[in-house]
């Protein structure tokens, strides 16, 4: 059984910094994807950044500036966001998403709340 458990979401001003963490656990081959994907209230689901297995990364273009996606050299199956300079519009709940190459399978956490406010 694949989990992903997110952490790291919360209230923060605007102009503020936070970082995401989402660990995979399970029986996960080294071939994965991992994303974090966010939602505002009344919005679609929307993609902010994708990871492969050994870093290579890529955006959607809305947030290449302000967001950076890693993977723990420590903790396998880990993939973290930082996003700074935060804005009002940016709060969403973030979703963690794992794609599994050899199988095509698919994992969404739970997701964690992001608020920016003053």
């Known amino acids: 059984q694949v989990q992903l458990v997110e952490s790291g979401g919360g209230l923060v001003q605007p102009g503020g910094s936070l970082t995401l963490s989402c660990t995979a656990s399970g029986d996960i081959p080294d071939r994965n994807v991992m994303s974090w994907y966010r939602q505002a209230p009344g919005k679609q689901r929307e993609l902010v950044a994708t990871i492969g297995r050994h870093g290579s990364a890529s955006y959607d273009r809305d947030f290449e500036e302000r967001f950076t996606i890693s993977r723990d050299n420590l903790k396998r199956n880990t993939a973290n966001l930082l996003a700074h300079n935060l804005r009002p519009e940016d709060t969403a709940v973030y979703f963690c998403?794992?794609?599994?190459?050899?199988?095509?399978?698919?994992?969404w956490g739970q997701g964690t709340q992001v608020t920016v406010s003053s």
């Open positions: 998403y794992l794609y599994l190459v050899p199988t095509g399978q698919r994992y």
